[in-house]
T-cell receptor
């Protein structure tokens, strides 16, 4: 599986934008970039995904570099409820019709009031 | 609407006991995944079902771990003769389709503690 590299932790202030980086220099042409987050004592929650173009949804925006070797998850106005571990994942075909997610350690985002 | 439901939420087992963990996926979801999450780590893949077929069990750590989804909906993860190293949160996820762009919906997990 192609690997991703994320900072271990980041801090932000409430109501400010947050840019969470992810490097994936060995990405292949068929890998989708997925972002999930995990709040304390909960299961991971889907945030956003993309292939080549930038994507926006109600939760966040995903900016993908032109060479696809890096991406950035953008939270436009951080709230205290956005404090979580954010996982950047490359999702590819793993055989047996399995498109599993392979999680790394993610980035722990702290939001200061 | 209802999300993925897992039960029990917490389970304490004495070493050597058998446990069964249940997952109720979102209705109509074809794909079902089980993950294991140790404290401070990201979730680790255990096994994958497409409907009732178990297509990938490469992540199951030993033959003490067994999963089934006999009717293509509810799934059970069974751990026989539990050991202390089995203590973890067990997460179930479902997705509508088994495709690269189909998001996974996770339950809140079962926290297993083996004493």
């Amino acid at each position: 599986d192609a690997k991703t590299t994320q900072p271990n932790s980041m801090e932000s202030n409430e109501e400010e934008p947050v840019h969470l980086p992810c490097n994936h220099s060995t990405i292949s042409g068929t890998d989708y970039i997925h972002w999930y987050r995990q709040l304390p004592s909960q299961g991971p929650e889907y945030v956003i995904h993309g292939l080549t173009s930038n994507v926006n949804n109600r939760m966040a925006s995903l900016a993908i570099a032109e060479d696809r070797k890096s991406s950035t998850l953008i939270l436009h106005r951080a709230t205290l409820r956005d404090a979580a571990v954010y996982y950047c994942i490359l999702r590819d075909y793993s055989g047996g019709s399995n498109y599993k997610l392979t999680f790394g350690k993610g980035t722990l985002l702290t939001v200061n009031p | 609407g209802a999300g993925v439901s897992q039960s029990p939420r917490y389970k304490v087992a004495k070493r050597g006991q058998d446990v069964a963990l249940r997952c109720d996926p979102i209705s109509g979801h074809v794909s079902l995944f089980w993950y294991q999450q140790a404290l401070g780590q990201g979730p680790e893949f255990l096994t994958y079902f497409q409907n009732e077929a178990q297509l990938d069990k490469s992540g199951l750590p030993s033959d003490r771990f067994f999963a089934e989804r006999p009717e293509g909906s509810v799934s059970t993860l069974k751990i026989q003769r539990t050991q202390q190293e089995d203590s973890a949160v067990y997460l179930c996820a479902s997705s509508l389709a088994g495709t690269l762009d189909s998001p996974l919906h996770f339950g809140n997990g079962t926290r297993l503690t083996v004493t």
